[in-house]
């Protein structure tokens, strides 16, 4: 008997069939102007692409320019490929421009259906990003589908790493830009490191198409993209802490050895924060549990692990003065591992080693959050509907099923499950030999590199020729793919491997006609063609004959998605194939999913070894078991990213901040607003409101504003008139300083004043937000222990991170305040002195054969009153510049490396 829902889908359709349906008249609008467009010279193409521009400029919008575009576009792929696009691909090229992920089966032209929504939203001239999961494919598809672009007079680029910048910054100028999602991610955040406009390469964030969407939007994202570079060096924290350990007691704290968790006791705080008060650690006024506290907690946690979770010559080795960590698996010393978050340079201070600096983080994001900064997303993939859900929460994408051009033919098996691994090997060996035997290409997918290399053991063994492919090589993965369509042919991969290349049942006649011409440049290019099609053909009937492409997986993956990527290998455009899956239960998805209780039922059945059981209720049941692990998945995915969403919105502040200074002709305003609002504070720290005038610290103020802005005015006795309140008091203090930092700029000149704000604007920023980034590295990793006082750490993190920022931003503005304040051009003499001292460095240098020349990079001033043993009288030397303490050495090599 029928469902209800099963009902109710026959009579209305599923949501899926209404969206197709409502394409359809689109599609038909496209088809009917094929002959008009059919008609226009190449020239012609060109000019209704900047007929359609102006158009789009004007304020039309791209969805009433839709009908004409595409058909502009299929003109062009017809003339620059010799691909004339199907409705089917018409139809994934509107829903990506209507901003969803399209899930078309493998075969269906996903790359020719990019060119669509890209060529219709590039004509809007903000630039349009494709991008794809590898450099190998990013290359392919720039020359390859560059050729339809440029017969519509588009332009098209190509990022990948290690790339010059000015080729970078070319190719994100183009209309359309192929990329990795990890070049476009890592260029983001270097921009975001600029400090001029024209250093940087991309332009916006628009409308990007993300192929293999669910490999890079879900897979991919559970990893953050980080820039790294050493830190300052702390060996005196980390010494300075490694004291106090020893001193804790048993009941301080409690050791969890599973996950070499230390957590203090009540008696252990109060005891570790006595002792930091004491060691000059903690300001006396602070606590433990304050936000400010977060990285002195974290260090103190890390040398406790250090101490009592991590033992030598078990977990570490000490050779040559070196923390060495042992591998607990084999035994071994893992060379030039390190463990991070300052753990490693905790056992080098419990070991009495030199401490080597730690890396801290100079900028981060996640995939999620990158991807979210585009005005409109969109997608394809052969398997999305699995995790459309987590599409939909996370990055607003509908998830929608294109149909295909011509119907499946693959025929795919019920799952064949035996007792023990031995046992499905052994089947899966014979199962291959049949195959092989009747001239079927086989492709075997693996869920690990091992599996495969167990595999192609067993097949050396039994005497079958076959290929190992894994995702090392993108080019010779490439290439082993094509091929794995020919007749006999046995190709075994990991479950992802291949992707972005078809397998053609009798092999890649492009492929095959590059390698002829390559190997014989000078024969005749068309009857090589010719040769080669025409066995390609006989070659394709005797594999359609032997039944198609077989794919046979030997396992079962967490997620379905991966599952049916590999299933969609075979039977594209209606080509026969057919499909099946290997299990034992001995295969980690069964062992974690109750395999005892169906290993009982076996047994009991009767079943002898070498039977397997295939039945659709055990195909269902493994479905469920998939899906369940596919949701704690995206729990963990989402848990993630709401941590990150409370960074993300302080990311896309400072950055916002940094666009703005790099924009402004002038920043002296935002300088002086910094500036006031460092008086405002003070006066408030010194004179509190609704306070008596006997209870001002005017004294504490004079310092402060020598110290925080460079002037010298007489506030005790302004303090001291009759009727002189604090606001009075604060007007005064920006009349001074304002005048103070005229006279500074008249001194300098307007032009260099303004770069000399703007630069040190945004250093500053950038030193306070790398610190920042450090500090919620740290609450991050011991925010999680609020758990047990029935605190929420989520809401802890928000709550911290917020006053940690706002501490920051307070910090920002003194910093800015009192290095603009400490600025003065250097005279005559200053300068000869310090050509002297760089002239003199140079000769040691060379002498000592040590470092190649190198320019002196010019220092912005020295301070007023320069002092060459007070540091806080130096101003702001430049790194490669002589240290002002007199010392010989560069600045960076020197106090600099201490700062």
Partial sequence: MLGLGTISKKVFGTPNDRKVKAVRPLVAKINDLEPEFEKLSDDEIKQRTEDLAMRAQKGESLDALLPEAFANVREAAKRALGLRAFDTQLMGGIFLHQGNISEMKTGEGKTLVACFPAYLNALAGKGVHIVTVNEYLVRRDAEWMGNVFTQLGLTTGAVYPQQPDDEKKVAYAADVTYATNNELGFDYLRDNMKSSLDDMSQRGHFFAIVDEVDSILIDEARTPLIISG??????????????????????HFKLDEKTRAVTFTDEGNEFVEERLHQMGLLPEEQSLYDPESTTIVHHVTEAMKAHKAFHKDKDYMVRDGEVMLVDEFTGRMMQGRRLSGGLH????????????????????????????LYSKLSGMTGTASTEAEEFQEIYGLGVVEVPTNRPIARIDEHDAIYRTAAEKYAAIVEEIQAANKAGQPALVGTTSIEKSEYLSELLTKAGVEHNVLNARQHEREAEIVANAGKLGAVTIATNMAGRGTDIKLGGNVEMQIMEALAADPDGDADAIRAKIEADHKKAEDEVKAAGGLFVLATERHESRRIDNQLRGRSGRQGDPGRSSFFLSLEDDLMRIFGSDRLDKMLSTLGMKEGEAIAHPWVNKSLEKAQAKVEGRNFDIRKQLLKFDDVMNDQRKAIFGQRMEIMEAEEVGEIAQDMRHQVIDDLVDQYMPPKTYADQWDTQGLYVATMEKLGIDVPVIEWADEE????????ERLYKASDEFMAKKAADFGPENMRNIEKQLLLQTIDGKWREHLLALEHLRSVVGFRGYAQRDPLNEYKNDSFQLFESMLDGLREDVSQKLSRVVPLTEEQQQEMIQQFMAQQQAQEAGATAAAADPE????????????DRSTWGNPGRNAPCPCGSGKKFKHCHGELG
């Fill in 723 to 730: 009727g002189v309140d604090n606001d009075e008091i604060a």
């Fill in 230 to 251: 050493p830190s300052q060096d702390r060996s005196d924290l980390y010494l300075q802490i490694d004291k106090l350990i020893p001193e804790v007691q048993e009941d």
């Fill in 345 to 372: 340079q905790a056992i080098e201070a419990k070991e009495g080693c030199d401490i080597q600096p730690e890396n801290v983080t100079l900028a981060s994001v996640t995939f999620q959050n990158y991807f979210r």
């Fill in 858 to 869: 010019p220092v912005a001033a020295l301070a007023k009153g320069f002092d060459e043993n």
